[in-house]
């Protein structure tokens, strides 16, 4: 997979293995891990530690009180993903500890949660108190569904989107590609917005970086046709 990668122009991936109540986070084994992959691959891409982190109870308070523990790179940015069955009322006041910790939340697919799709407005009530969207980059051309695509598209006409991730399971079904996801926004959206999802705000994760200002973004033709006929 990191090979598959760097042939495809990566040059950086963020491991990011599940931490939840069945999964148990060890930053150190993570790290090993990493060292061993980077070896094997022969240092194909840069590798940089970092989680799926779930809004567990014991969770929240562990990050809480080691705040770059569960972070990329353990700076700020912080991978969360929501689950399926359940969204809490009080999530905006967990996304704001996570904050006042010294956390940026990252809400990993919405695209992809049911959930999520029908709470588009409390997505954005999030974004505006500081949170950041990843989407999944599979999604953007149908790679989970009909659905999924389209909310991927309401998000970005929303200017709600700040990064597009592989999340690579394996070479074949969920592949570690981003060209792709780049190639398509640069159609539909333009360069710069490719860029910033695919490279710049990547790459203030690695730092702790703040994101710089999402600027609008130019439609093409063939966005606007599809805007009139979904």
Request: aromatic content about 8%.
């Amino acid at each position: 997979m990191v090979r598959m990668a760097a042939e495809h122009g990566t040059t950086d991936l963020v491991a990011t293995p599940h931490a939840n109540p069945n999964y148990r986070f060890d930053p150190r084994i993570v790290e090993e891990r990493l060292a061993e992959i980077s070896a094997a691959s022969d240092h194909a891409v840069r590798l940089h530690s970092g989680c799926d982190f779930h809004l567990s109870y014991d969770n929240i308070q562990d990050a809480i009180e080691h705040p770059r523990k569960y972070a990329i790179n353990q700076h700020r940015y912080l991978l969360v993903e929501f689950s399926d069955l359940l969204i809490f009322n009080n999530t905006a006041e967990i996304l704001s500890r996570l904050r006042e910790a010294g956390m940026t939340p990252v809400i990993t697919h919405p695209e992809r949660n049911s959930l999520l799709r029908q709470r588009i407005d409390r997505i954005a009530a999030w974004v505006e108190d500081g949170a950041c969207i990843q989407v999944t980059a599979q999604s953007l051309y149908g790679g989970f569904g009909r659905r999924a695509a389209e909310f991927s598209r309401t998000l970005l006409d929303r200017r709600l989107v700040h990064f597009l991730a592989s999340d690579a399971h394996d070479c074949e079904h969920r592949p570690p590609r981003l060209d792709l996801a780049h190639a398509w926004v640069k159609e539909h959206y333009g360069e710069e917005w490719a860029e910033a999802l695919c490279v710049t705000n990547p790459k203030a994760t690695l730092t702790g970086e703040s994101l710089g200002p999402m600027e609008d973004a130019s439609i093409s033709e063939s966005r606007k046709w599809y805007q009139i006929w979904r």
